[in-house]
């Protein structure tokens, strides 16, 4: 399969041989996505800086765990527009992480069904 979301031959080979840490990851970011865009979506809303640097840092995080540039770059412009008290463009901005994320949720599942066949 030919993941959009996530650079899957970087994210392999950084867990090579360490297949079911992947799957923990996979997991835990299934786990923790939903109320982490909520914090993400309230900080927007209430245009609460500090909340929108901190919780958009966090998704930058979480994007780069799994190789994904687009949504790190775009989580790193809302964190900046945090840092900034910018609030410009934060909902278009969160709209794109909102479809990298739900495509990065999907692409993940996918990956882990796959781990879970191999032996």
Same mark, same amino acid.
């Given at each position: 399969m030919?993941y959009k979301?996530?650079?899957?031959?970087?994210?392999?080979?950084?867990f090579?041989g360490?297949?079911?840490?992947?799957?923990?990851?996979?997991?835990n970011f299934?786990k923790?996505?939903p109320? +982490? !865009?909520e914090t993400l979506? %309230?900080?927007?809303?209430?245009?609460?800086a500090?909340? #929108?640097? *901190?919780?958009?840092?966090t998704?930058k995080g979480v994007?780069r765990?799994?190789?994904?540039?687009?949504?790190?770059?775009?989580?790193?412009?809302?964190?900046?527009?945090?840092k900034?008290s910018n609030?410009e463009?934060?909902h278009? +901005? !969160?709209k794109?992480?909102? %479809?990298?994320?739900?495509?990065?949720?999907?692409e993940? #599942?996918? *990956?882990?069904?796959?781990?879970d066949k191999?032996?």
């Amino acid at each position: 399969m030919e993941y959009k979301s996530f650079n899957w031959a970087l994210l392999i080979e950084q867990f090579e041989g360490d297949e079911e840490i992947l799957q923990d990851m996979i997991v835990n970011f299934q786990k923790s996505s939903p109320a +982490l !865009l909520e914090t993400l979506r %309230s900080a927007v809303k209430e245009q609460d800086a500090a909340k #929108l640097s *901190l919780s958009a840092h966090t998704f930058k995080g979480v994007f780069r765990n799994f190789f994904s540039e687009e949504g790190s770059n775009i989580a790193y412009e809302l964190e900046m527009s945090g840092k900034k008290s910018n609030f410009e463009n934060t909902h278009s +901005l !969160l709209k794109a992480l909102e %479809s990298q994320l739900t495509l990065l949720l999907e692409e993940t #599942l996918v *990956l882990k069904k796959s781990l879970d066949k191999v032996p």
